[in-house]
């Protein structure tokens, strides 16, 4: 026999079900996300510039255990950028913050820079507090659109957590009043 409730709870249920996997959507944005926009904010206000010294530019390896040792170094990376992660050549940078004692930087080269020649120095962004976070100044801006990315789902996450509220309010309502019903 047919409820005229069942319509309402289908109508909660699949409410719920959207939200959850909007929620997801959001989380793994958040993941693969967060660390270039974390690396952009820091760098961009409160990093200081160094130059640092190109020591050497390698290139992608070309067997297969090469490649996967490649891969395991950071597979987030990897997955949010696979071609170049594969493809792509590799800049070792010497730097030096505030002491005597270099430090050294491996980038990635985007894939649009694969090829070009490199000079011989780069000016380098370093956190003072801990100058190990780092990257070429030169490259910065590719990760502005992480920063976006991260804002909007920031917003787009807050929404949803205050709808998820409401939603889960009203669906904990409808299933009282189900009791008495």
Sequence with gaps: MYS??????????????????????????????????LKYWLLENFGERTTGTVLSLEHAPDNALDLQARMRENPRNYLKNSRSWIHGQRLHIEYKPDGPIPLLLTMTLPDDMVGKPVTETLPVSFLPINPRIAYPTDYLSDFALDSKIVLWALAIGAFLLIFSYDAILAWLGFRRNMQRY
């Excluded at 309402?8 to 926009?37: K, S």
């Design 4 to 37: 005229p409730k069942e319509a309402e709870e289908d109508t909660h249920a699949l409410n719920l079900a959207i939200l959850f996997f909007a929620v997801l959507a959001i989380a793994v944005t958040l993941y693969l996300h967060h660390d270039g926009a």
